[in-house]
């Protein structure tokens, strides 16, 4: 169901002996938000120093039947330091109703062959396992960040995030936002000795700011 939004505008109504009097006026208008489209990758992996590539993307209202002008902000993205970096592209309409979506960027080094994909289990707990999926060059997106028990549905719902393999023992997530609110995390590490092990404390609403473990099944 779209929502209403209220635009207020100044109305001038009349002059009297020079002097002009203010009312302010309220339009309804539905709220609606461009939907932002990506021409190319959502994903990319620069070496330390290099260049992103460009990104076009292209945004419209469907409601308003309107193309709508995307604006790219770049100025998180640190080409120079190892880790993982979101690009955020904006469109408003023409009332201001916003929409944004991210462009992930990992700046790393490491080989290209190094593929962390495959199913991993949370502190060798039954239930608690999580898919890691190669995206680009030392990019990659967990389906289970928090490590929650998906086979008990009082523990909370899985959350997808991105990481970026920064070296050959530590990985790196950023900020990035998710769908339980933004995601940062700490003490981020990385085994590559059989079985791969990952490990991390996440700073993330709703879940607690342990150790996180995951070993590749």
Known sequence: ?????????IAAVGFTSCKKKENTVSELHTYSTP??????????????GGTLPTISATAYDTFYDETCPVIMDASSLDNSTPGLYAVTLSAKNKYGMKATKSVYVAVT?????IDLTG????????????????????MFMTTNVGGVDTTDATT?????????????????????????????????TLSLTVPYTIAYSINLSGFGTQVRTFVKQ
């Open 156 to 188: 909370g719902v899985p959350v997808t995030a991105v990481f970026a393999v920064t070296s050959l023992t530590t990985i790196d997530f950023g900020t990035q936002e998710t769908d339980a609110g933004t995601l940062t995390a700490s003490q981020e």
């Open 119 to 138: 199913w991993y289990q949370r502190n060798a707990t039954p239930g608690r396992s999580a898919h890691i999926t190669k995206l680009a060059n030392g």
């Open 35 to 48: 939907l932002i489209t990506i021409a190319g990758d959502q994903y990319y992996s620069i070496n330390t």
């Open 109 to 113: 080094d490491v080989a290209s062959s």
């Open 1 to 9: 169901m779209k929502k209403l939004f209220i635009l207020s505008l």
